[in-house]
Each structure stands twice: as structure tokens, then as C-alpha cells.
T-cell receptor, first 115, second 114 residues
């Protein structure tokens, strides 16, 4: 069975500073994908960044980047130059791509951005 | 708006009543998912369709829950004889049938059972 663990229920960061959100996962699959989703208060979840497990290079999307450590099954999200609009719940997810394509989510990290 | 649409957005029902939620996925997406999210938790997988076929159903889903996706388009999730423990946000998501694609989520239906 796949599991995704986010050990930080809440994190705070000063505006313009950098913050790293942690995620570990467990899967027996060799082919899978990892995602970070953002869920603002009372709004729908949107994709922040994705990483293919077969790629060694860490994904980057503007101010968002990941540190993907496949052997350690770790997938952390770094947010640089934090903005007030980054305040949200962040969910790490793993997509199994054999059998049924099922996204498994972690319990989330609430990010507060302090002005 | 061509995103995932869910209806209703909010539903309050009395314990023991049946409720039905609808999800309209993005039109070209052939995969459709239902998740349940309780306060402070991540989305929990309930069930998954590829086109009209229901390919997996979570053990979390009791016999009171049923989902359909006729003709591979919109989907409905029905909960019979609702219980207070069913109170949650029910999320629908859709995706293309390619490996690295992300799921696109709707805004959810918040169910309150009183």
C-alpha cells in the first residue's frame, strides 16, 4: 500500500523569506509521480509542482522547487520569496501508475505567511 | 468555465436521509475520482472511474455509498441513510489518461448531517 506522510501540521514564514515543507512517501512501485497541491481557504485545490520519479533532476516552477530524494523517499517543497498569497494548506500526493491510477495524499501542512 | 464542476456546493440533511452529489469533469478527461476530506485532513480516496467503468472502490466506502458515471461523462455519488460521520467535504477530480498528468479538482460539496 502507498502512504504519504507530512509531519509538519503547520509552518510559518516571514514574507519574502524561504520555507521548506516536508513530505515522505512509501511505495513499492517503480513508476510513480509526485505532486504538491495548494488548497487556499474555501477554494479548490490547485497543482503547484510535479515530479516524475524516473527523473533525477528536481522540478522547479518559478518560486517553487522540490528536493526529490528517491532513495530516502523524500519529496520536500521549497517556496522562495514567500508571498501573502502563498498562505494555504499544502498537500503532498503520490500517483501510482500501475493498475489503477490513484492519487494518495498526505494530511497536509498549513502555511502561514507573516507580513 | 471549463473546470471541474460540483453540485451542490453545500448540503445539509437530516440523519437517515439519502443525498446525491453530482460532478461534471473537464470534458476531455476520462478519469474521474471521488475523495472525502474532513477538517484538517488530506483527501481520502473513495472511488475512481476510467470512462464509465468503476475501477476501484475504497474499503472506506460502506454499502451505503454508491457512485456512477453513465456514458463516461458526469458522475454521481449517492449516500443512503446518512450518518453524522458522513459529514465532510466531498471532492471530485478528473484527469487525462496519461501518466504524468495532475488531477484537477472541483470546489467540493460540503455535507452536514444533523
Amino acid at each position: 500500500a502507498q502512504t504519504v506522510t507530512q509531519s509538519q501540521p503547520e509552518m510559518s514564514v516571514q514574507e519574502a523569506e524561504t520555507v521548506t515543507l516536508s513530505c515522505t512517501y512509501d511505495t513499492s512501485e517503480s513508476d510513480y509521480y509526485l505532486f504538491w497541491y495548494k488548497q487556499p481557504p474555501s477554494r479548490q485545490m490547485i497543482l503547484v509542482i510535479r515530479q516524475e520519479a524516473y527523473k533525477q533532476q528536481n522540478a522547479t516552477e518559478n518560486r517553487f522547487s522540490v528536493n526529490f530524494q528517491k532513495a530516502a523517499k523524500s519529496f520536500s517543497l521549497k517556496i522562495s520569496d514567500s508571498q501573502l498569497g502563498d498562505a494555504a494548506m499544502y498537500f503532498c500526493a503520490c500517483l501510482r501508475v500501475s493498475g489503477t491510477y490513484k492519487y494518495i495524499f498526505g494530511t497536509g501542512t498549513r502555511l502561514k505567511v507573516l507580513a | 468555465d471549463t473546470g471541474v464542476s460540483q453540485d451542490p456546493r453545500h448540503k445539509i440533511t437530516k440523519r437517515g436521509q439519502n443525498v446525491t452529489f453530482r460532478c461534471d469533469p473537464i470534458s476531455e478527461h476520462n478519469r474521474l475520482y471521488w475523495y472525502r476530506q474532513t477538517l484538517g485532513q488530506g483527501p481520502e480516496f473513495l472511488t475512481y472511474f476510467q470512462n464509465e467503468a468503476q475501477l476501484e472502490k475504497s474499503r472506506l466506502l460502506s454499502d451505503r455509498f454508491s457512485a456512477e458515471r453513465p456514458k463516461g461523462s458526469f458522475s454521481t455519488l449517492e449516500i443512503q441513510r446518512t450518518e453524522q460521520g458522513d459529514s465532510a467535504m466531498y471532492l471530485c477530480a478528473s484527469s487525462l489518461a496519461v501518466k504524468n498528468t495532475e488531477a484537477f479538482f472541483g470546489q467540493g460539496t460540503r455535507l452536514t448531517v444533523v
